[in-house]
C-alpha cells in the first residue's frame, strides 16, 4: 500500500488594515462607552478596511506574505481556498477575485462558508484535498471585511467587529503531517441567532429590505455566547482526543477572538492553563474567520510558539459552526 500522503504547513502571513476605530472613537458614533465595551468585550480597537480597499485586498498582502515566507512562486499554487462572510461580492467567489490579484493562474480557487469557524473548516477541506492527492501547494485564507456588513447605529453589534485577513501555505508531504487533528461541527437550527438577513433567497433585496437594514449582522449576543462556550470546550476536547493528545501536548491554544468574557469562559470550564492562551482581542475585535489565523501568525513573529511544537486553534460563529484543529508549527 502506498504510504499516505500528509501535509506540510510552510508559513503564515497576516494582514490588517492601518486604519484603528477606538473605542473613544465609537462613543461618538453610538450611545456606548469605552467603560461597557472593555469590561464586556475586552475590546480596545478594531481595524477598519479603507475606502479604497475591497476584501480580496487585504487577502492579498496576507498571502504575498506567506508565499514569501515560504520561499514559493505563485505558480506553484494549484488551489486557493478562501474562508470568508463579508467577500468582495456574492458572486464569484472572493477566492477567485484573490487568484486575479495574485496571478495565481494554476490554481483552483473556492470560498467555503462557516462564518467565524471558517479557517478551522478551511484545515480540515485543505488536508482531505491535499491526502486525495488533488491538490500538491494550497493556500488557505482566512479574511473578513466586517465593517462593510456592520450595522454602524447599532450599538449591539457595532461594537465588536474588525477586518483583517491571515493566511496560510500547505504542501503534500511524504514524512510530514502537519494537520495533526481536526474536529467541526454544526447546528443549523440556530441559524436565526446570527445572520444577516437580507441579500439571499429568503429575503431578496428590495428598498424595504434596505430601509429595514436587513443586510447588516444580527445578533442574539447572550445566546450565542452560551452555546460559544459550550462548543469551544467539547471542540477543543474532541481534536486532542481524535489525536491521542492531553493538554500537556498543546503548547498555546489560539481561541477564536470574539470576547475576553467567552475566552476565560473556555479556560474556566475546561481547566486549560491561562498562560497558554494567545489573546490578541483587544486590538482586532472580532475578525470572524481572519481571527485564528492573525492571531497564530502573530504568535509565531512574537516567539511564542517553539519550533516542532503543537497549536490548537478553536472557534465557533454563526450557523452555528464550531471547530478545532491541531497544527504542528515546524517552520
Ligand atoms: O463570533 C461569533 C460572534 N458573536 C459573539 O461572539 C458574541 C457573543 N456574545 C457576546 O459577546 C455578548 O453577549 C455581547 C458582548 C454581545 C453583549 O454582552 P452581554 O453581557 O450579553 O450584554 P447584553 O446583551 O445582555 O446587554 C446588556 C445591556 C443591555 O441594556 P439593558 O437591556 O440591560 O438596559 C444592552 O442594551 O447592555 C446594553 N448594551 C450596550 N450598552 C452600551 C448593548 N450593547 C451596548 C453597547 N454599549 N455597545
Known amino acids: 500500500m502506498n504510504k499516505k500522503t500528509g501535509v506540510k504547513i510552510l508559513s503564515t502571513g497576516s494582514y490588517v488594515p492601518e486604519r484603528v476605530l477606538t473605542n473613544f472613537d465609537l462613543e461618538k458614533m453610538v450611545e456606548t ?166 441579500g439571499g433567497a429568503i429575503n431578496p433585496t428590495t428598498e424595504e429590505t434596505v430601509r429595514q437594514r436587513l443586510h447588516f449582522i444580527k445578533m442574539q449576543g447572550k445566546e450565542v455566547f452560551k452555546v460559544a462556550v459550550t462548543k469551544m470546550v467539547e471542540a477543543a476536547f474532541k481534536a486532542q482526543q481524535l489525536a491521542g493528545l492531553s493538554d500537556n501536548d498543546i503548547s498555546l491554544y489560539v481561541p477564536h477572538q470574539a470576547n475576553l468574557r467567552i475566552i476565560d469562559a473556555v479556560i474556566k470550564k475546561s481547566g486549560i492553563n491561562k498562560d497558554k492562551v494567545y489573546i490578541n482581542v483587544h486590538k482586532y475585535g472580532n475578525m470572524s474567520a481572519a481571527t485564528t489565523i492573525v492571531a497564530l501568525d502573530e504568535a509565531i513573529s512574537e516567539g511564542k510558539v517553539n519550533k516542532n511544537s503543537l497549536v490548537e486553534l478553536v472557534a465557533f460563529g454563526a450557523g452555528l459552526t464550531w471547530g478545532a484543529c491541531i497544527l504542528r508549527i515546524n517552520f
Request: proline letters at 2%; glycine letters at 8%; one cysteine or more.
Open 33 to 198: 462607552s469605552d467603560e461597557w465595551i472593555s469590561t464586556r468585550t475586552g475590546i480596545k480597537e478594531r481595524r477598519i478596511i479603507d475606502k479604497s480597499q475591497v476584501t480580496s485586498d487585504l487577502a492579498y498582502n496576507a498571502s504575498v506574505k506567506a508565499i514569501e515566507k515560504a520561499k514559493i512562486s505563485v505558480d506553484d499554487i494549484d488551489l486557493i481556498v478562501v474562508a470568508t462572510i463579508s467577500g468582495d461580492a456574492p458572486m464569484p467567489s472572493t477566492a477567485c477575485y484573490l487568484q486575479k490579484k495574485l496571478k495565481a493562474f494554476n490554481a483552483t480557487a473556492f470560498d467555503i462558508s462557516a462564518a467565524c469557524s471558517g479557517f478551522i473548516y478551511g484545515t480540515s477541506v485543505v488536508k482531505g484535498l491535499i491526502q486525495s492527492g488533488q491538490y500538491k501547494k494550497v493556500l488557505l485564507v482566512g479574511v473578513e471585511a466586517l465593517s462593510r456588513v456592520t450595522d454602524w447605529t447599532d450599538r449591539n453589534t457595532c461594537v465588536l467587529f474588525g477586518d483583517g485577513a491571515g493566511a496560510m501555505i500547505f504542501e503534500a508531504s511524504e514524512q510530514d503531517d502537519d494537520i495533526v487533528s481536526s474536529y467541526l461541527g454544526s447546528d443549523g437550527s440556530f441559524t436565526e441567532l446570527l445572520d444577516i438577513p437580507a
